[in-house]
């Protein structure tokens, strides 16, 4: 499985929905149940990567004590106790174990990965 900070949903060919009947009859799904169904998407991808659901793995995480009540300074706090190779992992982890919502989740992996790009960047005198 690719590493890559941000789950994307594999194509499945060029037909990317439903075909719109001619009468246009077919119901556009909203917003909210396509943020739904990314959020449900992204917790069985997590739950299928980290052996919780289906095959069983061997984790070698520490994992650390986040949970939902958490803010995302105090997580970030939590975090630095980690190895920053698997600081998105953790999230991750907490995200398949019902410990941390989608949306947090979400929000804290692009800050990680923004943090990373900016680690990256040299500064010139």
Do not use: C
């Amino acid at each position: 499985m690719d590493d890559d900070l941000v789950y994307k949903k594999p194509r499945q060919g060029p037909n990317i929905g439903p075909a719109l009947s001619p009468s246009g009859d077919s119901p556009l799904p909203t917003l909210a149940s396509l943020q739904e169904k990314q959020r449900s998407e992204l917790i069985e991808m997590t739950q299928v990567r980290y052996g919780i659901k289906g095959t069983r793995l061997q984790i070698n995480l520490t994992p650390l004590q986040i949970h939902s009540a958490m803010t995302e300074a105090q997580i970030f706090k939590a975090l630095l106790a980690a190895p920053e190779s698997e600081r998105a992992d953790q999230i991750l982890y907490a995200l398949a174990k019902g410990e941390l919502g989608a949306d947090m989740a979400n929000q804290i992996l692009a800050s990680l990965a923004l943090l990373g790009k900016f680690k990256k960047i040299k500064i010139e005198s």
